[in-house]
């Protein structure tokens, strides 16, 4: 039986990282076709073409310079051309471009092809919450499982060992993406509860901007401490609010739950712009473009849409974190209020 064809959707710096791992493991494993297509948003790098770029060098050198990606991974500007033959779809994008590009995939779409997304965020449709594996799901008609976890891009690439939660509701599938993606160096726990995951991954990138504007207020552990516990506290209520399925304990305690929220608490990029903008009278648009080279935020958006679903079901005065990161992103509320919003925390009362 010939291998399934993989196609990457998506080439940042996360899909940077995993392009590289899955690159390697297609090639020594006959259960995959060992030539990988990834789609690259094409864009000029010193009047060269990125795809170029990629296909000569084996570098991405805008989202993840200095490493090495495995030759099989062959870039592809044109997302029709990528996803040709495709039998296992890898989503790696930012949330905000989703939408379009699976209206342009649509038509295109291998029958039994399935898919994984790492993207983390939400969006809102007509009945409320609406995951991203929910739009892929109804927008392509594929199973659509997930991927999230304690996993900064460049120490993945760097192959330092870390875990990752794989949620998918088909367990076939599940451990099909396992056997893709898992290295010696990358271990990955296979969970049913889908959503919860997906969740966890969306929701602690609010937390890190919180966790972020403490760092540029000057507080200590203690307070990062505090902002994190009480964050996991909103990101467990409200999972158990919104989400139709089961909602575990146990899953907040895989690597997407509490390992990832102090990961990004400390090292990544939502934490490190918020803590730049409460210590400069800067916009977060201005910051990530300042700062980012290309990159993406998540967390501010990830705090509107959530203000959107909490405002909607009256339910703001027991979400005083993902609130306050909400108003001091977009309303002008001042950052040195923060503390002060958790203060009279539900959690205390
Ligand atoms: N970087 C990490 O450490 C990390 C880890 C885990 C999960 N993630 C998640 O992975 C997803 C992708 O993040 P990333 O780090 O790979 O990307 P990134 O933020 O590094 O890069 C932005 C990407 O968006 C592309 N882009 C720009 N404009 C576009 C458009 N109009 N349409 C489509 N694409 C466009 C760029 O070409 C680039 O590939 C996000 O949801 C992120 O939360 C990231």
């Known amino acids: 039986m010939p291998g399934k064809k993989v196609c990457i959707v998506g080439s940042g710096n996360w899909g940077s990282a995993i392009a590289k791992i899955v690159g390697h493991n297609a090639k020594g494993n006959n259960r995959f076709d060992p030539v990988v297509n990834m789609w690259?948003?094409?864009?000029?790098?010193?009047?060269r073409k990125l795809t170029e770029i990629i296909n000569t060098e084996h570098e991405n050198v805008k989202y993840l310079p200095g490493h090495q990606l495995p030759k099989n991974v062959v870039a592809v500007p044109e997302i029709v051309e990528a996803m040709a033959g495709a039998d296992i779809f890898i989503f790696v994008i930012p949330h905000q471009f989703i939408g379009k590009l699976c209206d342009q995939m649509k038509p295109h779409v291998k029958a039994g092809a399935i898919g994984i997304s790492l993207i983390k965020g939400i969006d809102e449709g007509p009945e409320g919450l609406k995951l991203i594996s929910d739009i892929i799901r109804e927008?392509?008609?594929?199973?659509?499982?997930?991927?999230?976890?304690?996993?900064?891009?460049?120490?993945?690439?760097?192959?330092?060992f870390c875990e990752t939660t794989i949620g998918s509701k088909n367990m076939q599938n599940g451990h099909l993406f396992k056997e893709l993606l898992q290295t010696p160096n990358f271990r990955i726990t296979v969970v049913t509860e889908s959503d919860t995951v997906e969740l966890c991954g969306a929701l602690?990138?609010?937390?890190?901007?919180?966790?972020?504007?403490?760092?540029?207020?000057?507080?200590?552990?203690?307070?990062?401490?505090?902002?994190?516990?009480?964050?996991?506290?909103?990101?467990?209520?409200?999972?158990?609010?919104?989400?139709?399925?089961?909602?575990?304990?146990?899953?907040?305690?895989?690597?997407?739950?509490?390992?990832?929220?102090?990961?990004?608490?400390?090292?990544?990029?939502?934490?490190?712009?918020?803590?730049?903008?409460?210590?400069?009278?800067?916009?977060?648009?201005?910051?990530?473009?300042?700062?980012?080279?290309?990159?993406?935020?998540?967390?501010?958006?990830?705090?509107?849409?959530?203000?959107?679903l909490l405002k909607k079901k009256d339910m703001i005065s027991k979400f005083p974190l993902f609130v306050s990161v909400y108003q001091i992103c977009f309303e002008g509320r001042a950052v040195g209020d923060f503390i002060t919003c958790l203060q009279n925390h539900p959690e205390h009362m």
């Open 40 to 47: 690259v948003f094409e864009e000029m790098i010193n009047g």
């Open 139 to 160: 927008k392509l008609e594929i199973e659509v499982c997930v991927l999230m976890g304690a996993n900064i891009a460049n120490e993945v690439a760097d192959e330092k």
């Open 204 to 308: 602690k990138n609010i937390v890190a901007v919180g966790a972020g504007f403490c760092d540029g207020l000057g507080f200590g552990d203690n307070t990062k401490a505090a902002v994190i516990r009480l964050g996991l506290m909103e990101m467990v209520t409200f999972t158990r609010m919104f989400c139709k399925g089961e909602v575990s304990s146990a899953t907040f305690l895989e690597s997407c739950g509490v390992a990832d929220l102090i990961t990004t608490c400390y090292g990544g990029r939502n934490r490190r712009v918020a803590e730049a903008f409460a210590k400069t009278s800067k916009s977060i648009e201005e910051l990530e473009a300042e700062m980012l080279n290309g990159q993406k935020l998540q967390g501010p958006q990830t705090s509107r849409e959530v203000f959107k």
